[in-house]
């Protein structure tokens, strides 16, 4: 069986500081990985993905995710934090390539000091 | 602009009340899905469809029923079977068959459901 573990329900940094949300996973086959953000009342957003072609992957609004096989490890970071980052963040796995089934992490919510 | 949309926004239930909620997307995706999110408790699946007629349990959809008679439309009842129906439900597709390079999942904006 598959599962994702955030550590850390919930982060808060300093604008212009560092972002890093932790992801581990479980799986028995190569995973697909994605981490999506979620902003109050709204539906959820793909930020990146890794699906084996590369090891660090880069998302938008200036994420990037590295993929550890050794740690079982796909954690989010930004290098300087903006106000706008502020929201809930997801990590989830997959097993397959037609994502019908996506197990989700119970969510990481970021908050951002001025 | 093609989406999913998730409509009421906010949605009450009194006690005893089957109450239905929408979904309809207009990306052409074969595959959709419903989730319940509880605050600290992340997305948990309800019911997955992919295709037209055709539908499977979640790992929670005791109290709850669906049907797929259009590939656009996947609206979810909430029963009155269901004990705890306070929740943010979210919607969501995907194209069936998808190769590495494929989006994973789309959502919508999500039905926030209080009991009265």
């Known amino acids: 069986a598959q599962s994702v573990t955030q550590l850390g329900s919930h982060v808060s940094v300093s604008e212009g500081a560092l972002v890093l949300l932790r992801c581990n996973y479980s799986?028995?086959?190569?995973?697909?990985l994605f981490w999506y953000v979620q902003y109050p009342n709204q539906g959820l957003q793909l930020l990146l993905k890794?699906?084996?072609?590369?090891?660090l992957v880069k998302g938008i609004n200036g994420f990037e995710a590295e993929f550890k096989k050794s740690e079982t490890s796909f954690h989010l970071t930004k290098p300087s934090a903006h106000m706008s980052d502020a929201a809930e963040y997801f990590c989830?796995?997959?097993?397959?390539?037609?994502?019908?089934?996506?197990?989700f992490g119970s969510g990481t919510r970021l908050s951002i000091r001025p | 602009d093609g989406g999913i949309t998730q409509s009421p926004k906010y949605l009450f239930r009194k006690e005893g009340q089957n109450v239905t909620l929408s979904c309809e997307q207009n990306?052409?995706?074969?595959?959709m899905y419903w989730y319940r999110q509880d605050p600290g408790q992340g997305l948990r699946l309800i019911y997955y469809?992919?295709?037209?007629?055709?539908?499977q349990k979640g790992d929670i959809a005791e109290g709850y029923s669906v049907s797929r008679e259009k590939k656009e439309s996947f609206p979810l009842t909430v029963t009155s079977a269901q004990k705890n129906p306070t929740a943010f439900y979210l919607c969501?597709?995907?194209?069936?068959?998808?190769?590495?390079?494929?989006?994973?999942?789309?959502f919508g904006d999500g039905t926030r459901l209080s009991i009265l």
């Open positions: 469809s992919q295709i037209v007629n055709d539908f």
């Open positions: 890794y699906t084996s072609a590369a090891t």
């Open positions: 990306l052409n995706h074969d595959a």
């Open positions: 969501a597709s995907s194209i069936r068959d998808r190769g590495q390079d494929d989006q994973p999942q789309h």
């Open positions: 799986s028995s086959v190569p995973p697909y």
């Open positions: 989830a796995v997959s097993d397959d390539s037609s994502a019908s089934k996506i197990i």
